[in-house]
């Protein structure tokens, strides 16, 4: 591991990834920002509706199998953080709240068809379901309307920021394509990867809040840097999940990872700490695919006695403490202290 690496030796088991009261932070974080919520939900709603059927329905799908919609509750808290006042002929952040979350869910859908998932959320993928055309083509639509919202909401700068983190989230998920089965990759480009395809679209979400309120530059480039310190921890708590997490509670197929031979730091710190027996099951498992049912109780095994989790988790306090810095900048106030608190239970999740 690099030398930026925090210096973390103990193994840990899953207990380190959850926390009874993680959840109650997000909570708490979106009852604050509950009518907010509801009319971002009302909008994403109201942009699935098509005279095509199967659009809805896939969409019906979408919104049935849940999740967390963190990124357009950041979009929302990161506004009100910086004072936005809405009225009811102006919702501008719950517009752009609703194409931050369609450009999240377009990259979900192509996502599940590229690395065959078959669960998304603790429910069949879209794929699974829909089939791989339907799933990609739908993809397509609400991109598109992410860009119809981009638009109507009227900025220039707006446009560049959320256009531009799209742009960033497709290379990242090419880099990550390019370094699959590929353990020579260095935790640096690992990084790069996890920036691309998770923290930039965080950071714009984030971003977009300080420009709606029509705030200085150094409260965008602050809202900018939670964003993407956020989304790197997020990242790389997601990446330690598919080793150390219960399927059930994980909503995911635990070893998607490993069996498609993505480079993860999970992964890269076992390696490294590994002996030349792992190396070479490592070597074996990911750079040529070669798998068997009892390869997957193995590498947990080989995550845990390397102690690989407790790196990947430590990294991502890092991550985690420069977000909450990054809110100084603000004053005091219970939503400052709230988004302080989601970045808390980004490290502690189980899911």
């Known amino acids: 591991m690099d030398s930026a690496a925090p210096d973390v030796s103990a193994t840990v088991d899953k207990a380190v990834l959850r926390d009874a009261g993680s959840e109650s932070a997000l909570s708490a974080l979106s009852a604050y920002l509950e009518q907010d919520m509801q009319a971002c939900n009302r909008a994403i709603i109201a942009r699935m509706e098509s005279p095509v059927p199967l659009i809805p329905q896939l969409g019906a799908h979408l919104v049935a199998a849940g999740g967390k919609r963190l990124r357009p509750l950041l979009t929302l808290a990161a506004s009100r953080l910086c004072g936005y006042q809405s009225t009811p002929e102006n919702q501008r952040h719950v517009g752009l709240a609703a194409c931050v979350e369609f450009i999240h869910t377009a990259t979900l859908l192509h996502d599940d068809v590229v690395d065959e998932s078959n669960l998304r959320r603790g429910l069949a993928s879209a794929n699974a379901v829909f089939g791989n055309k339907a799933s990609v083509l739908v993809g397509d639509f609400l991109f598109a309307r992410s860009f119809q919202l981009m638009t109507a909401d009227g ?19 090419v880099l990550q394509m390019v370094t699959q089965n590929d353990l020579s990759t260095p935790v640096e480009r690992y990084l790069e990867v996890i920036h691309g395809k998770t923290a930039a679209l965080f950071a714009a979400a984030c971003r977009v809040g300080a420009v709606v309120a029509d705030r200085p530059e150094a409260e965008e480039v602050a809202l900018d840097r939670f964003g993407t310190n956020l989304g790197m921890a997020f990242q790389l708590v997601d990446d330690a999940l598919d080793y150390a997490a219960d399927q059930q509670v994980l909503g995911k197929t635990v070893g998607d990872d490993m069996r498609e031979g993505k480079i993860t730091l999970p992964v890269l710190a076992a390696y490294e700490a590994g002996s030349p027996e792992d190396c070479a099951f490592w070597e074996r498992v990911i750079e040529k695919g ?7 109780p193995h ?13 990947t988790i430590a990294r991502a306090r890092v991550y985690a403490a420069e977000a909450v810095e990054a809110l100084s900048i603000f ?9 302080a608190e989601t970045v808390q239970y980004t490290v502690d999740r189980a899911r």
């Open 290 to 296: 070669e798998q068997t049912d009892a390869d997957l």
């Open 299 to 311: 590498a947990l095994a080989l995550i845990e006695k390397t102690g690989a989790i407790a790196t």
């Open 331 to 339: 004053p005091d106030s219970e939503l400052r202290r709230l988004m």
């Open 155 to 173: 900025s220039l700068k707006v446009m560049a920021i959320l256009s531009d983190a799209s742009a960033t989230i497709a290379e990242g998920e």
